[in-house]
């Protein structure tokens, strides 16, 4: 998944990290891994008392940002980048308005918290209160953190942002995007939650 992320553009050499839940803990890729090069090697797990597991190399830096994501029992991985349009649409906004309805996946509009010094605890702390009510949030002069059910889960969301904020930063500079209202948002997830949209079944 590493290599995949950096192959799509979304990681830059070092930047970015991505963990698991395990059993008492997490495996998280550890400080200073090459995405496009990684290997299972260069990932570690950490246990709740954030003391290293298994593994022989010191772990992320936002490993406390990846634990506060956690605190939903629902997460199951969380990936966080330097996706570029994820960051210039935190260069002139203060949030991502929903204007697709794929974005309700995500949670809808999503916030672009203040900038905090990467690794700190201010910057772990406004990235889990974002993450209590969305899949996804931007961070300010930085990148976006995504969760899943699993993996492959918060990568799909890492994907659907990015190409939500690419849309948003094309249409804002033709414009004033128009945004999905309320109404509209709740007409799309009765609408999907009647039809099963999105979903493989039997025709």
């Keep these: 998944m590493c290599r995949a992320l950096a192959a799509d553009g979304l990681v830059k050499g070092t930047a970015g990290n991505v963990s698991v839940r395990v059993d008492d803990g997490i495996a998280i890729t550890a400080t200073g891994v090459v995405f496009a090069e990684a290997v ?8 709740e008392d954030r003391h ?5 190399l010191a772990p992320s830096s936002e490993l406390d940002l990846h634990f506060a994501a956690y605190a939903d029992d629902a997460v199951g991985a969380v990936v966080h980048t330097h996706a570029p349009a994820a960051i210039a649409v935190s260069l002139v906004s203060d949030r991502l308005p929903c204007v697709h309805y794929q974005q309700l996946t995500l949670g809808g509009e999503i916030e672009v918290v203040p900038f905090s010094v990467f690794g700190s605890p201010e910057l772990a702390e406004t990235t889990g209160d974002a993450l209590s009510s969305a ?7 930085h990148g976006a953190v995504t969760t899943g059910r699993d993996l492959a889960d918060a990568v799909a969301h ?5 190409w939500a904020c690419d849309i948003y930063l094309r249409a ?4 004033d995007p ?3 209202s309320p109404e509209q948002q709740a007409d799309v997830v009765a609408a999907a939650v009647a039809t099963g949209y999105g979903q493989k079944h039997e025709a």
């Design 40 to 47: 299972a090697d260069d990932v570690v797990i950490v246990g």
């Design 52 to 56: 290293l597991v298994l593994g022989h």
């Design 135 to 141: 899949n996804a949030v931007i961070l300010a002069h």
């Design 158 to 162: 890492t994907a659907l942002l990015e």
């Design 172 to 175: 804002r500079a033709a414009g």
């Design 178 to 180: 128009a945004e999905l």
